[in-house]
């Protein structure tokens, strides 16, 4: 978080005592979210339980055990969802309880986090309902059709609670406070 450090500043103090403590000092401008603080707290709980839901859902398509999972362009995209799915999750935890005077880290954390991770999963979840939608077409040859729609069904209802999350986490501004 190199980033962050030039917001900060080494600040040393005495005691009563006469002794000296090192402590940090936010120095850095401060943000707040341009949002409504009942709107900000029904996003905060939509936020947390719809990534729960999709983190549900992302590892219960893992689950099905179709034979499109055995195909490469089908299996690399289904689990680089995971690492945008973490990121996400990451900002979603760390939404603050406030909305206003919030550190630069607090802000990119967070929102920032959640609307650049979000698009990321729903190029990701895109390339695997793609593909799987290939694989339907041209290659699928078993007579396993229902395992294969389970999944892609489960790919589509990730990709849409990902939408919909996504679209709720762009429509909060960030301001800054100078």
């Not at 949002?35 to 590892?59: E, G, N, S």
Request: positive net charge; aromatic residues 12%.
């Amino acid at each position: 978080m190199r980033r962050f450090t030039k917001d900060f500043e080494l600040v040393t103090t005495v005691d009563e005592n006469g002794r000296e403590k090192r402590g940090v000092e936010y120095k850095g401008g401060y943000f707040s979210f341009v949002v409504d603080r009942v709107d900000y707290k029904r996003f905060r709980t939509l936020a947390l339980a719809l990534t729960l839901v999709m983190i549900c859902l992302q590892i219960g398509a893992g689950f099905v055990a179709n034979r499109g999972m055995y195909q490469m362009y089908i299996a690399i995209p289904y689990v680089l969802c995971f690492f945008p799915l973490v990121y996400l999750s990451a900002g979603a935890l760390r939404l603050p309880r406030e909305t206003a005077h919030l550190r630069r880290d607090q802000a990119e954390l967070t929102i920032r986090r959640m609307k650049r991770s979000g698009a990321a999963l729903l190029v990701f979840t895109s390339m695997v309902i793609l593909a799987e939608l290939i694989y339907l077409i041209f290659f699928n040859s078993g007579p396993e059709l229902g395992r294969e729609l389970i999944f892609l069904a489960l790919a589509v209802l990730t990709g849409g609670v990902n939408l919909l999350l996504w679209l709720k986490t762009r429509a909060i501004p960030v301001k800054s406070e100078e």
